[in-house]
């Protein structure tokens, strides 16, 4: 069983900034790729920005440069600093997670989400 705790949502005035944590925990051997999507309402979930295993990351277009996706694979946890955040940001970040077991099997785990909310 593996969980996912996130944690560091909020509320925030436009340019400020957020930093999300994810912390796993559970039966994860070896680390695929960890990142974060978000879910705005009435929009599909997107990709915000993920870090693989093999060493390359990720961002979307709308968030590069602003957004930097770090991980400490020690802690097993992965981290999102929000930089100039904008309004258009405002949406539910999920954690994301894909690992091997002690199996050898991939899996994909998400976790419950951290509202954060971009306004005046």
């Known amino acids: 069983q593996v969980q996912l705790e996130e944690s560091g949502g909020g509320l925030v005035q436009p340019g400020g900034s957020l930093r999300l944590s994810c912390a796993a925990s559970?039966?994860?051997?070896?680390?695929?790729?960890m990142g974060w999507y978000r879910q705005a309402p009435g929009k599909e979930r997107e990709l915000v920005a993920a870090?693989?295993?093999?060493?390359?990351?990720t961002y979307a277009d709308s968030v590069q440069g602003r957004f930097i996706i770090s991980r400490d694979n020690a802690l097993k946890s992965v981290y999102l600093q929000m930089n100039s955040l904008k309004p258009e940001d405002t949406a539910v970040y999920y954690c994301?997670?894909?690992?091997?077991?002690?199996?050898?099997?991939?899996?994909?785990?998400w976790g419950q989400g951290t509202q954060v909310t971009v306004a005046s």
């Open positions: 994301n997670v894909r690992g091997y077991d002690s199996d050898g099997d991939l899996n994909e785990y």
């Open positions: 559970g039966n994860i051997f070896r680390f695929n790729a």
């Open positions: 870090s693989f295993s093999s060493g390359p990351t």
